[in-house]
């Protein structure tokens, strides 16, 4: 069974940096998308960055030239470096993994902007 486990959220200041992580467990094949997604409080969920398997990115307006993500296909792992963060990046952090057969969700990690 195919499950995705996200970790590094928490609280930090404006400006400062934060790095999630995202591992991804059962058989899948090598062709698949990994991406961020984050929701706020009373927002609708939208796409922050995501990369397939070749290393093409998509990144959200709102974060480009702050945000970079990244995977190691090997490992089965994304992550989502997050520099200069505002107050308006406070959300629910979400990993999806999307193959052409299914698709997966992580439980969500908290991130939270604030002096």
């Known amino acids: 069974q195919v499950q995705v486990v996200e970790s590094g959220g928490g609280l930090v200041h404006p400006g400062g940096s934060l790095r999630l992580s995202c591992a991804a467990s059962?058989?899948?094949?090598?062709?698949?998308?990994m991406g961020w997604y984050r929701q706020a409080p009373g927002k609708q969920r939208e796409l922050v960055a995501n990369?397939?398997?070749?290393?093409?990115?998509k990144y959200t307006d709102s974060v480009k030239g702050r945000f970079t993500i990244s995977r190691d296909n090997a490992e089965k792992t994304t992550a989502l470096q997050m520099n200069s963060l505002k107050p308006e990046d406070t959300a629910v952090y979400y990993c999806k993994l999307t193959t052409p057969t299914l698709s997966r969700w992580g439980q969500g990690t908290q991130v939270t902007v604030s002096s």
């Open positions: 990369i397939d398997s070749d290393g093409n990115t």
């Open positions: 059962g058989s899948i094949f090598r062709l698949y998308y």
